[in-house]
């Protein structure tokens, strides 16, 4: 058994690091709400938005001949994996990152072997695991996190859709958490580039009588780049607030872990003493009687 002066040392160690769990869980908390509300706000509106493209889409004639729904045998692939830029987050780096490398594993196997499957970075922490496993990022756009405003993300999303319009890529894959409570998230890969073809019989544009200015195929072709980069930017924003309630959950437990071992700790303690003041009365004792004798 530990002597008295470990024990209460691993004790104060342990009060320590809960009162650091606690904290960072408070602050967790008070980024999750904001965090929370950015992206509950931009879905309504990114929905309508990718519903709307889908009815005009489905009206257009050779649509899947535009710029950015052409459909190419996909020779040159980049996934775009969107994790963290801190950790103390439970699994919620590692999971989303090997869902990107199961992706291309099982996918994308062929493009893999042959050196055509690139990996594009969002977050610190899943570049890491990326090089645990072997694998490099042609960059990364960590500084997105910095201000995670809308400009900055159509600038990247921009960069993107000249790689594909330029054939550097064939397809586009995005990768990330999706927020759906704080102690929750669901990992979702989803094709970025081309945009898939809408299913016209969900579609009920041809029941509407519109009047297009100045075209139909002109409308098209600037909403769906504008469509693109809101459904980026609601990934990202989904993905932080996803981070923000994964790091909540995990100082939770960290706290109330620390609280047990606290207990635990503190029992053994009292033990521990209570047997070195019985050891201590009992040579007293004996020590008495040797002297009487």
Same mark, same amino acid.
């Given at each position: 058994?530990?002597?008295?002066?470990?024990?209460?040392?691993?004790?104060?160690?342990?009060?320590?690091?809960?009162?650091?769990?606690?904290?960072?869980?408070?602050?967790?908390?008070?980024?999750?709400?904001?965090?929370?509300?950015?992206?509950?706000?931009?879905?309504?509106?990114?929905?309508?938005?990718?519903?709307?493209?889908?009815?005009?889409?489905?009206?257009?004639?050779?649509?899947?001949?535009?710029?950015?729904?052409?459909?190419?045998? +996909?020779?040159?692939?980049? *996934? /775009?994996? =969107?994790?963290?830029? %801190?950790? #103390?987050?439970?699994? !919620?780096?590692?999971?989303?990152?090997?869902?990107?490398?199961?992706?291309?594993?099982?996918?994308?196997?062929?493009?893999?072997?042959?050196?055509?499957?690139?990996?594009?970075?969002?977050?610190?922490?899943?570049?890491?695991?990326?090089?645990?496993?072997?694998?490099?990022?042609?960059?990364?756009?960590?500084?997105?996190?910095?201000?995670?405003?809308?400009?900055?993300?159509?600038?990247?999303?921009?960069?993107?859709?000249?790689?594909?319009?330029?054939?550097?890529?064939?397809?586009?894959?995005?990768?990330?958490?999706?927020?759906?409570?704080?102690?929750?998230?669901?990992?979702?890969?989803?094709?970025?580039?081309?945009?898939?073809?809408?299913?016209?019989?969900?579609?009920?544009?041809?029941?509407?009588?519109?009047?297009?200015? +100045?075209?139909?195929?002109? *409308? /098209?072709? =600037?909403?769906?780049? %504008?469509? #693109?980069?809101?459904? !980026?930017?609601?990934?990202?924003?989904?993905?932080?607030?996803?981070?923000?309630?994964?790091?909540?959950?995990?100082?939770?437990?960290?706290?109330?872990?620390?609280?047990?071992?606290?207990?635990?700790?503190?029992?053994?303690?009292?033990?521990?003493?209570?047997?070195?003041?019985?050891?201590?009365?009992?040579?007293?004792?004996?020590?008495?009687?040797?002297?009487?004798?």
């Amino acid at each position: 058994m530990a002597n008295l002066k470990e024990i209460r040392t691993r004790i104060t160690s342990v009060k320590t690091t809960r009162q650091v769990t606690s904290a960072m869980k408070m602050v967790s908390a008070a980024k999750l709400k904001k965090a929370q509300d950015a992206i509950m706000q931009i879905r309504p509106y990114a929905g309508k938005l990718s519903q709307l493209l889908s009815s005009l889409s489905s009206a257009l004639e050779n649509s899947e001949n535009s710029t950015y729904t052409v459909q190419r045998i +996909p020779e040159k692939v980049l *996934i /775009v994996l =969107v994790s963290s830029n %801190r950790g #103390l987050c439970g699994g !919620f780096n590692s999971y989303i990152a090997k869902k990107a490398i199961s992706l291309a594993k099982t996918t994308y196997g062929k493009q893999l072997k042959a050196g055509t499957l690139d990996f594009l970075v969002v977050g610190k922490q899943g570049e890491k695991v990326l090089r645990s496993f072997h694998i490099q990022s042609v960059g990364d756009k960590n500084h997105l996190y910095d201000n995670l405003t809308f400009e900055p993300v159509s600038e990247v999303v921009q960069s993107l859709l000249n790689d594909f319009s330029s054939g550097k890529y064939d397809r586009i894959e995005l990768v990330y958490n999706k927020f759906i409570n704080a102690a929750s998230q669901e990992l979702i890969s989803e094709q970025f580039l081309p945009v898939l073809p809408a299913d016209k019989s969900k579609t009920k544009s041809g029941n509407l009588n519109y009047i297009y200015e +100045p075209s139909l195929e002109y *409308i /098209v072709e =600037v909403l769906i780049p %504008r469509s #693109l980069k809101i459904q !980026f930017y609601k990934a990202l924003l989904d993905s932080n607030a996803a981070e923000h309630g994964a790091r909540m959950t995990a100082m939770h437990k960290a706290t109330d872990n620390a609280t047990d071992l606290i207990n635990e700790l503190t029992l053994t303690f009292n033990k521990a003493r209570q047997a070195a003041i019985t050891n201590a009365i009992l040579e007293v004792t004996n020590g008495s009687e040797a002297l009487s004798g």
